[in-house]
């Protein structure tokens, strides 16, 4: 853990292959607890996670091709194959849900989105800080009840993202330059 926070914040992007070896518990526990450092306005702590082993990743494939298959019957089994394959990105995958509150109208509900997103990002810079690497991934799948269903979450919550963890094979996604923030800001008046 000797990388610097700022040197981690500039140099982290995602990866494009991810291999064994996943987190192990200790890895694991440290990604989780840094998600619960993320910002919480009413400390509702609206993130939840659903842990998808490498055992039980085929199943999870199957949920992907399943939504597939009913929200496009036409799919091929070519298509469908593709779809299962998607499980196997990584060694570990990590569902990142959000418990939306809709009775707390001090802390909205994109609050609470938002606060599930920063959750994810720091899972993201812990896995990298560790020696592995991530990749943010949503989808329809992600939108679709049945899928939520299956997952454990209610009708009410969300997915906000399958995280999926290993160990980076090859490079990654190419970074944005260190430049690149400078056409999105501008200054606040006339």
Do not use: C
């Not at 494939?61 to 469908?80: F, I, M, N, Y």
């Not at 991530?134 to 979450?153: Q, R």
């Amino acid at each position: 853990m000797g990388m610097q926070a700022i040197d981690l914040l500039l140099s982290r992007r995602s990866a494009r292959t991810l291999s064994a070896p996943a987190p192990d518990a200790a890895a694991l526990e440290l990604i989780f607890a840094s998600a619960a450092r993320a910002p919480d306005h009413g400390r509702l702590r609206p993130w939840r996670f659903v842990i998808v082993r490498e055992a039980q990743r085929e199943r999870f494939g199957a949920l992907l091709a399943d939504h597939l298959r009913r929200t496009h019957p036409s799919s091929s089994e070519e298509t469908l194959a593709r779809e299962r394959a998607k499980a196997l990105r990584a060694p570990l995958i990590v569902v990142v849900g959000a418990k939306l509150n809709k009775d707390m109208p001090k802390v909205p509900a994109t609050e609470q989105l938002l606060a599930v997103g920063a959750a994810t990002e720091a899972m993201m810079l812990a896995a990298v800080a560790l020696g592995f690497n991530a990749m943010w991934k949503t989808g329809p799948a992600a939108y679709d009840e049945s899928v939520k269903a299956a997952l454990g979450f209610a009708p009410g919550d969300a997915i906000v993202g399958f995280l999926y963890l290993g160990t980076e094979a090859g490079a990654g996604a190419a970074a944005a330059g260190p430049d690149s923030w400078r056409d999105l800001v501008r200054e606040f008046g006339p």
